[in-house]
């Protein structure tokens, strides 16, 4: 199946500052989704973004589907920010998904 | 409201005894999800289902199982057979969308299961 790979897996900022996330896939997809995981478990999905760029508010989001790879980029931070961030991807006519192992964000004050 | 609902949100099991985790959704979705996930790490596939009275096992389907006889239900029941049920289960759904398969995911709360 395919693998996602999201780096970094870890990541500090201040309040205020940028971030770039990014998600590297081994194989052709036709679906990418980026999705937040608040501190509480909550998943929310960001962009529906299988190539192309997107931008809603203070994120934006660019898929290269050719060299495999998607960026989400987070601009001026907030601490409402904090969380976990999943890539997903799928292929073909399956209708199902497989998620990295996220970037966990924490913005501080 | 519109949405998912998971419950219960949170529930104890003692071991050797099947538990069931209920998921419904008024978006008139056609997919529904159910992913399991693990401390620190990321969601795995239990099993999906695309129409009513069909479902899909997904990556880690061993001690599971589901049911989908109605389109806005999609429960998951964990059985004994499940060797670490202990975890985090995620409800999702999607409409389908043509030639990709699934359009964007929508996410349930969530249940916490514990394993006594």
């Known amino acids: 199946g395919i693998q996602v790979e999201q780096s970094p897996p870890d990541l500090i900022l201040q309040e205020g500052a940028n971030s770039t996330l990014r998600c590297n896939f081994s194989d052709s997809v036709n679906n990418l989704q980026w999705f937040h995981q608040n501190p509480w478990g909550q998943l929310i999905n960001l962009f529906y973004i299988p190539s192309g760029t997107k931008q809603n508010g203070r994120l934006s989001a660019t898929t290269v589907a050719t060299e495999r790879y998607s960026l989400l980029y987070i601009s001026s931070s907030q601490t409402t920010d904090s969380g976990v961030y999943f890539c997903?991807?799928?292929?073909?006519?399956?209708?199902?998904?497989?998620f990295g192992t996220g970037t966990r964000l924490q913005v501080t004050l | 409201d519109g949405g998912i609902t998971q419950s219960p949100k949170y529930l104890f099991r003692k071991e050797g005894q099947n538990v069931t985790l209920s998921c419904e959704q008024n978006l008139n979705h056609d997919a529904m999800y159910w992913y399991r996930q693990d401390p620190g790490q990321g969601l795995r596939l239990i099993y999906y289902?695309?129409?009513?009275?069909?479902?899909q096992k997904g990556d880690i389907a061993e001690g599971y199982s589901v049911s989908r006889e109605k389109k806005e239900s999609f429960p998951l029941t964990v059985t004994s057979a499940q060797k670490n049920p202990t975890a985090f289960y995620l409800c999702?759904?999607?409409?389908?969308?043509?030639?990709?398969?699934?359009?964007?995911?929508?996410f349930g709360e969530g249940s916490r299961l514990t394993v006594l």
């Open positions: 999702a759904s999607s409409a389908l969308r043509q030639g990709t398969g699934t359009g964007e995911l929508f």
């Open positions: 289902s695309q129409i009513v009275n069909d479902f």
């Open positions: 997903a991807v799928g292929s073909g006519t399956a209708s199902k998904l497989t």
